[in-house]
């Protein structure tokens, strides 16, 4: 009888284990939302994107290596012109659980493509439900292809959660209306603070509403009920009576990085450790003894508690 090897996976010394990867496959986009990039952003030229088959190639290390989960992301993922491509590398991989985070503009008529390659979980970006308040946050006047995809997605049976960034001032008054409005469709939504990553690093603080100021709002509305999620979860998350399902992502005033279990890769090829360290490792030209020494070194790039901000674009790092 041959004996089984046991399974290595990547755990740090903090005894972090790296179970999920955002993999950024290009980092432009079709908006502009004024936390993430200027009107007049900069971005890669396509030559230095990754192919699908190094994609491929990086992926499977990787889940031999005990990530389970792969998120598509960008930039905008929809705008990769290759996507069919790289959706069918990871699918002949066998990720055990690929999804996807859009700005909506382009999903409707994405859903079949993503539905064939074995993505089940969609997060939408929405910052708000009213036509002028969208255009102003996105630079966009997408708002109704935004909610017919939205639809579209939760009847094609995606699990759909929405993503709403809150900037008060903005579109905080819109709390209530999006709570409504997710539950009206059974979907989960979720309000992220403000991160202090690359071009959000401008606006004003004033613009910045914590994860428990927005709870104490939604209180005098909803009776929430806590739902326990995952030790590596980046929300928190409740439910109410009437059936609302809400989270919060709270990375600036309830930092995770204690139980962080993700790694990032860039449209480029350079794997980081966390969104808020500069520092990356290019995998590009690295073969595969190269690549297993990067991933090691990766291991111990994850910081312990997180920094206050980075300067690097997050559609660059990928989102
Ligand atoms: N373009 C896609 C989208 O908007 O969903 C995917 C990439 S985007 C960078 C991923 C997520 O990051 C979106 O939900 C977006 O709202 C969020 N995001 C971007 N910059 C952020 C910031 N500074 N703080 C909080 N969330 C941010
Ligand atoms: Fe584009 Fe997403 Fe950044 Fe908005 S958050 S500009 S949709 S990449």
Known sequence: MVASVPRQYLIDAQQRRIRKLRLSVTDRCNLRCTY??????????????????????????????????????????????????ILAALAAVGV???????????LAGCLDLLAAYGVRRLNISLDSLDPRTFAAISHGQSLEAVQGAIARAVEHGFQVKLNMVVMQGVNDH???????????L??????????????????????????????????????????????DATSFNFVTACGAQIGFIASESQPFCGHCSRWRLSADGVLRACLFKEAGVPLRGLDAAGRQQAYQQVLGMKPVVRGAEVHHAMHQIGG
Request: hydrophobic content about 40%; proline content about 10%.
């Open 174 to 184: 819109e709390l209530g209306a999006m709570v409504e409005y997710a539950k009206h």
């Open 36 to 85: 993430c990039m200027p009107p007049d952003a900069v971005f890669m030229s396509p030559q230095h994107y990754l192919t699908a088959a190094e994609y491929a190639t990086i992926v499977a290390e990787l889940v031999a290596l005990g990530v389970e989960s792969v998120r598509l992301t960008g930039g905008e993922p929809l705008l990769r012109p290759e996507l069919p491509q």
């Open 96 to 106: 055990p659980d690929l999804s996807l985070t859009t700005n909506g503009v382009r």
């Open 186 to 231: 059974g979907i989960e939504v979720r309000f992220l603070e403000v991160m202090r990553v690359g071009y959000a690093c401008h606006l004003p603080s004033s613009q910045f509403i914590s994860a428990a100021a927005m709870i104490r709002r939604l209180e005098l509305h909803y009776d929430l009920q806590p739902v326990p999620q995952p030790p």
